[in-house]
């Protein structure tokens, strides 16, 4: 199995912040206010933080996770986009960045799982909040330009729909 020990410090932090990076790709894609973003952030830290498959290298990125959580630190504070680039731009270069190195360190199984992992975070963050509408009414579960976030995110990470 695939341990820390197989990455770097930076490279550990890339791949357990990757499911929150994901859910903030699906906020810029379609932001609303801030209760919106307030409710796929939550969303994708719980998915992030309480992964549903029990593959250990995924387990121990969300334990890592965990104690950045709960020692209040933000995983993604250091992510700041250059100016004059778009901040979509850099969730995906980040996200292939992970994805890189899962591929290259850990086994296809432990790859596979860690992809599903990141996807399922995102999807979590989508389903959170209704965007558009008037109080409510005529907003969408996932907005057009979300679904668009999470094509790209499946086709990049190899993965389709469940």
């Not at 969300?62 to 993604?76: C, F, I, S, T």
């Not at 731009?89 to 290259?104: D, G, H, K, S, W």
């Not at 850990?106 to 996807?119: D, F, G, K, M, P």
């Not at 330009?145 to 790209?152: I, S």
Request: aromatic fraction near 4%.
């Amino acid at each position: 199995m695939t341990s820390k020990a197989d990455f770097t410090e930076d490279e550990w932090v890339k791949l357990y912040r990757a499911p929150m990076v994901a859910g903030l790709g699906v906020s810029l894609a379609d932001p609303g206010g801030p209760i919106e973003i307030t409710k796929e952030a939550m969303a994708a830290m719980r998915t992030a933080a309480a992964p549903t498959t029990e593959q250990g290298l995924v387990v121990d990125l969300a334990e890592g996770l965990k104690v950045v959580l709960e020692e209040r630190q933000n995983p993604v504070a250091d992510l700041k986009p250059q100016a004059g680039t778009d901040p979509r731009e850099m969730v995906f270069e980040e996200l292939q960045e992970a994805n890189r190195i899962i591929t290259e360190k850990a086994t296809s199984e432990e790859a596979s799982n860690y992809r599903s992992w990141v996807l399922e975070s995102a999807r979590n963050a989508a389903d959170a909040a209704k965007e558009g509408g008037f109080f409510g009414m005529g907003a969408e579960i996932v907005s057009e330009r979300e679904q668009q976030v999470l094509a790209r995110l499946e086709e990049m990470l190899g993965a389709g729909p469940d």
